[in-house]
């Protein structure tokens, strides 16, 4: 179903966050299922040259013959790009290690920053009907990081519930802020979303007190605990919602898809 309050053409999320381990990948894998279940249309744009969202949605190295490397250096057509995963409506353009030397490659490149833009704007991806794109992003404030804010609409920010999780955020803040500057004016913030949280740790609740202190609406009230099964999942190449739906891991992300597409409609109304 289309949502006749959005402007024509997918909305693009950047999932970003320049620290790994934090949660990308498993908010972008575990958010575009939710947004499925929702009944939307989603695409998942794999930039990390690590290819986790492409190995945790089962499509396995040598399936990657037409990668992001190529979309975005050799402006390759989306369609040899883009594949299909078990779960229907998402789709994944995957990725492969060649990503590791494109920051270096694309520097020459006078259009360096809009490649990613330029490339989800093909023609060929109205016939998609995406509703959704989700851009998971390398672990650093990289010309791949700056490339996926330039082509989003939003930029969507996890946040591991840990000590010094806040001081990473000014840099991505700055550079937020240096885009909306430059090559991208419209660029928001999509959110804050605390993940790997166990609220029975003094520090995971002073984080989350913190971050809300600091950064108020922009943090997601929907939390994503710790949950063993959110971290099983990958391993059988499955989102936490087929893996085990009624998990507190799948829920909340569930919770966080049902938040998202709230604040939508209500900006939209
Ligand atoms: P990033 O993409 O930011 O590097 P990942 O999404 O790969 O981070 O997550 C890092 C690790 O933490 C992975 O092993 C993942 O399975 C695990 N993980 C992520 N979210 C959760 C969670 N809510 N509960 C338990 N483990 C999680
Ligand atoms: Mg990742």
Known sequence: MSDPTRPKGPKTIAVANQKGGVGKTTTAINLAASLVEFGKTVLIVDIDPQGNASTGLGVETDQRTKTTYDLLLEEAPLSDIIQETEIERLRIAPATTDLSSADIEMVSNEKRSFLLHD???????????????????????????????????????????????????????????????????????????????????????????????????????????????????????????????????????????????????AVGA
């Open 119 to 265: 490339a989800l704007r093909q023609p060929a991806i109205d016939g998609y009907a995406f509703d959704f794109v989700l851009i998971d992003c390398p672990p650093s404030l990289n010309l791949l990081t700056v490339n996926a804010m330039v082509a989003a609409h939003s930029v969507l920010v996890p946040l591991q519930s840990e000590f010094f999780a806040l001081e990473g955020l000014s840099q991505l803040m700055l550079t937020i802020r240096e885009l909306r500057q430059t090559a991208n004016p419209d660029l928001r913030i999509e959110g804050v979303v605390l993940t790997m949280s166990d609220r029975r740790n003094n520090l995971a609740q002073q984080v989350e007190t913190d971050a809300r202190a600091y950064l108020g609406d922009l943090v997601f009230k929907t939390v994503i605990p710790r949950n063993v099964r959110v971290s099983e999942a990958p391993s059988f190449a499955m989102s936490v919602l087929d893996y085990d739906p009624m998990s507190k891991g799948a829920q909340a992300y569930r919770d966080l898809a049902r938040e998202m597409l709230g604040v939508e409609l």
